[in-house]
Antibody
């Protein structure tokens, strides 16, 4: 069974940094499009970053609220993806999910989700 | 960004009821519309993609229709395990996908 496991969440002060990890089993992350989605306490879902599979260029994209502060990288030897979050703000407090994206010409959806890791930004 | 608006925001229903949730996009998104179910403390799960295609393993009491700007998710006969929050999500404008605000389905 394909599984994603996020880790690295915790409490950090505003302006601080945190690196989240997403490790996969039964799936090669280098061959997969992956997105990070967050959910603030009691709120809805928000996309915060995406990385394409290597054969599609491996490029990353970010929405305006996190652009310039968040980056995504991969360690293929560990089959792990990282979300590096810098200059954190209180509004970044959320559960962060890593999910695979199934993408074709006609379909684009988040298929497999991890259980999430909680980030709290507070002084 | 494309705005997704769900209605209602919350809904109370009984076991066996037929329930419909609506999702409207701020511009045409063809059929690039997905539905997710989320239970408290859990990650969302994909139910339906491309507006009407049921993910393998999802019970057939779930169905989706729509194209353009208006979409609906219907549960034909509510079961106890269906009480959850449901989100629509557009994937027409990638990478800038957006979600509806969610519809919380509660037991009456």
């Amino acid at each position: 069974e394909v599984q994603l496991v996020e880790s690295g969440g915790g409490l950090v002060k505003p302006g601080g940094s945190l690196r989240l990890s997403c490790t996969a089993s039964e799936l090669t992350l280098a061959n997969t499009w992956v997105t990070w989605v967050r959910q603030a306490p009691g709120k809805g879902l928000e996309w915060v970053g995406r990385i394409k599979r290597k054969t599609d260029g491996g490029t990353t994209d970010f929405p305006a609220p996190v652009k310039g502060r968040f980056t995504i990288s991969r360690d293929d030897s560990k089959n792990t993806l990282f979300l590096q979050m810098n200059s954190l703000k209180t509004e970044d407090t959320a559960v962060y999910y890593c999910t695979t994206i199934y993408v074709t010409q006609n379909y684009y959806y988040m298929d497999v989700w991890g259980k999430g890791t909680t980030v709290t930004v507070s002084s | 960004d494309i705005q997704m608006t769900q209605s209602p925001s919350s809904l109370s229903a009984s076991i066996g009821d037929r329930v419909t949730i609506t999702c409207r996009a701020s511009q045409s998104i063809s059929n690039f519309l997905n539905w997710y179910q989320q239970k408290p403390g859990k990650a969302p799960k994909l139910l339906i993609f491309a507006a009407s295609t049921l993910k393998s393993g999802v019970p057939s009491r779930f169905s989706g229709v729509g194209s353009g700007t208006d979409f609906t998710l219907t549960i034909s006969s509510l079961q106890p395990e269906d009480f959850a929050t449901y989100y629509c999500q557009q994937s027409y404008s990638t990478p800038s996908i957006t979600f509806g605000q969610g519809t919380r389905l509660e037991i009456k």
